[in-house]
C-alpha cells in the first residue's frame, strides 16, 4: 500500500521518480515470494532482470520500427495483401 501510494503522489510530479516505486509494486505483486523481503539482493537482482528484458524488447521493437529494409518490405506486404484480399471479396462478391 505504501508503495502505491508514493507512486501515486510522484507520477503527477516526476514520473521518473514514480517509476521505481511502480516497479517494485509490479514486482511484489507478480512474484509473491517471501525470498523478495528477506533478502534485497533478490528483489535488486529481480528487478535488473526485467529491466534488462523490458529494454531489450523496446531496443528490438524501435529498431525494427526505424529499419528502412524491414519498413520498405512491411509497406509492400501490406500492399500485396491488401490487393490480395480485394481480389478474394470481388471473387465471392461480398460486400465491404
Known amino acids: ?8 503522489f510522484f507520477v503527477v510530479r516526476n514520473y ?11 514486482i511484489f505483486l507478480a512474484e509473491p515470494n517471501i525470498a523478495l523481503t528477506e533478502h534485497s539482493h533478490v528483489l535488486i537482482k529481480t528487478r535488473l532482470v526485467n529491466e534488462l528484458i523490458g529494454s ?9 520500427l526505424y529499419h528502412e529494409k524491414i519498413h520498405f518490405f512491411t509497406k509492400r506486404q501490406m500492399r ?10 470481388a471473387g465471392r462478391k461480398i460486400k465491404c
Open 80 to 89: 500485396i495483401t491488401k490487393v490480395a484480399v480485394k481480389k478474394i471479396i
Open 1 to 8: 500500500m505504501l508503495l502505491q501510494t508514493i507512486g501515486e
Open 16 to 26: 521518473g521518480i514514480a517509476a521505481v516505486f511502480i516497479t517494485m509494486l509490479t
Open 56 to 64: 531489450s524488447i523496446g531496443a528490438l521493437g524501435g529498431w525494427m
